[in-house]
């Protein structure tokens, strides 16, 4: 705190007086660097840190039974396949026997993914029988292959997430489905030489 030197009793004037020295004022911050530490602990501990951004995966349980595995509508499903390159194929329902079902798209451009995400988004609604969750049907099933990249299957998710998909399932691609990528993969490549 200020102290003031208050000493010196009465004012004497005169030619025999010695008059007092006058002592500055001096100020004592011991209580302003409490008080600072006490604030910055108040706000170290009121303020909300970065949240981690990691998207919320629900998984379903592994079930030993096949029979007792969610089974989707073959009207409702659509899987993806990734393969080498930023490459992306895909196929409606289940895969026919002469892969005539068997398509590629594309990351953006003319036809993207999103806009084949969207378009069976809007077939489902319009067969739905459940007029309160329409996409209740809509199952996207996500398949990697061995020459697939990390930021691809990152990609994928974060076009799930900007389409409002609900049901989506990240699985194992099958041995077929493998040979298909890698043959489109070889064929996309010889003809882009």
Known sequence: MA???TSGGGHKKGPGVKKGKKLSTRVDLTPMVDLGFLLITFFIFTTTMSQPTAMKLILPDDKVKPEEQNKAKES???????????HIYYYEGQLKTDASNFLSASYNGENSIRDIILKKKEYVRSIAQDPTNPEKDLVIVIKPSSN????NVIDILDEMSINVVKKYALVDIFDIEELLVKKSDEAAKSSSN
């Open 148 to 151: 697939c990249t990390y930021k």
């Open 76 to 86: 409702g499903a659509l899987t993806i396949l990734m393969g080498a390159d930023n």
């Open 3 to 5: 102290e003031l030197d």
